[in-house]
């Protein structure tokens, strides 16, 4: 059967209005990746699995509640859509709002957005509009614009983002035929791992798959959530999750105490030391907020707080290293430079 995309496959699991009208590019559906030797690097026996959400069309999770967000503001002949971002929902919105013919506009953290997420947002054709001020400060003001003006909302406090993500849960339960024992997600605004928690109880009721344990993981300088209160000044590599003031901290907590884990936070030279096992190990490049979740993972199996044996894991690995290639050039330099023939490649590669 010919796949038509997430509100085609699941739309009688997401609670979207009548009047929804499908724009798609056909997300969801990413690759249940096993990843054996990172497990094995772990240094503890239990199944490992990446989520790949990267592979989206717009290389990240969010198009998973773009379809949703923008197909309901489709249907009711929503002229413009509007969100604040740290670069991917930025990029899905654009894309999914040309697809409708809808004008987008984005708001972003000035300089704190990477290269891929900015020239996506432009070539979609987003109106892409820099703050002299943080995320929360963006996200602020289009709850105040979205509030005076009929433009619409298409953060992950829109409810239709959340319908559509919970989809990921949907697949990762079809794919194993259960969920698993654990799952880690990196934390940001915390809309997806609400969703994630609201989709595995759905399926939990709807066909009784079992419920897992809910690893929610922040960037230390950007962590609220792990220090109880919100951070002015948030600070990370992994800029995606540079989000002091999350719009759904309270779910993301619920989501973590009710399947019985935690939300925990990682510094970057953890995040990017995992960023290189999963690539180096297993052939999955990811931005840096992406493997928030396993660095959090490994973590706590180091220091003994969490032990993974004998479970099913698995790893949410939310956007594409292609979003963010100068975090690794930074700090690679120049490959180097030999002259055009066979010996002086000999003397460098033998
Ligand atoms: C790769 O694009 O908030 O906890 O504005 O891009 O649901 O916010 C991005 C978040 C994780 C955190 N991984 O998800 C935005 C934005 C990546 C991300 C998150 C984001 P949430």
Not at 119 to 139: E, K, N, P, R, T
Not at 329 to 346: D, K, M
């Amino acid at each position: 059967m010919a796949y038509n995309g997430l509100i085609e496959k699941y739309g009688s699991f997401l609670n979207l209005p009548k009047h929804t009208k499908t724009i798609s590019l056909l997300e969801g559906n990413t690759p249940l990746i096993p990843a054996p030797n990172l497990a094995k690097y772990f240094g503890l026996k239990f199944e490992l699995f990446i989520k790949y959400e990267g592979l989206n069309p717009t290389g990240s999770f969010k198009d998973r509640g773009m379809t949703a967000a923008v197909s309901e503001a489709a249907g009711r002949e929503s002229h413009t859509v509007i969100c604040a971002s740290t670069g991917n929902t930025a990029a899905s919105a654009a894309a999914y709002a040309a697809r409708a013919n809808i004008k987008s506009i984005v708001l972003i953290p000035q300089g704190k957005v990477a290269t891929g997420k900015l020239a996506g947002a432009i070539a979609y054709g987003a109106q892409v509009v820099q703050i002299d001020g943080s995320f929360d400060d963006a996200l602020t003001m289009v709850v105040d614009i979205s509030n005076k003006h009929p433009i619409c909302l298409v953060n992950s406090i829109n409810p239709y983002r959340i319908e559509g993500q919970k989809t990921s849960a949907f697949e990762i339960c079809d794919t194993l035929g259960n969920a698993p024992d654990v799952l880690c997600i990196p934390v940001g605004n915390a809309g997806n791992i609400t969703s994630y928690w609201a989709g595995f109880q759905q399926y939990h009721q709807a066909k009784g798959t079992q419920l897992p344990v809910i690893l929610g993981v922040q960037a230390e300088g950007a962590a609220p959530l792990v220090l109880g209160h919100p951070v002015e000044k948030p600070e990370t590599i992994a800029t995606a999750i540079r989000i002091g003031k999350p719009a759904r901290g309270e779910q993301a907590l619920e989501a973590a105490d009710q399947s019985g884990g935690n939300i925990t936070a990682v510094s970057d030279d953890e995040i990017l030391h995992m960023q290189k096992q999963l690539a180096g190990l297993e052939g999955i490049w990811v931005e840096p907020a992406s493997v928030a979740g396993l660095a959090g993972l490994y973590k706590q199996t180091k220091n003994g707080t969490f032990d993974p044996s004998g479970k099913t894991i698995v790893a949410v690995c939310t956007g594409h290293g292609m979003k963010d290639p100068d975090i690794i050039t930074r700090g690679f330099g120049h490959p180097q430079v030999i002259s055009p023939n066979i010996a002086a490649l000999e003397k460098v590669i033998l």
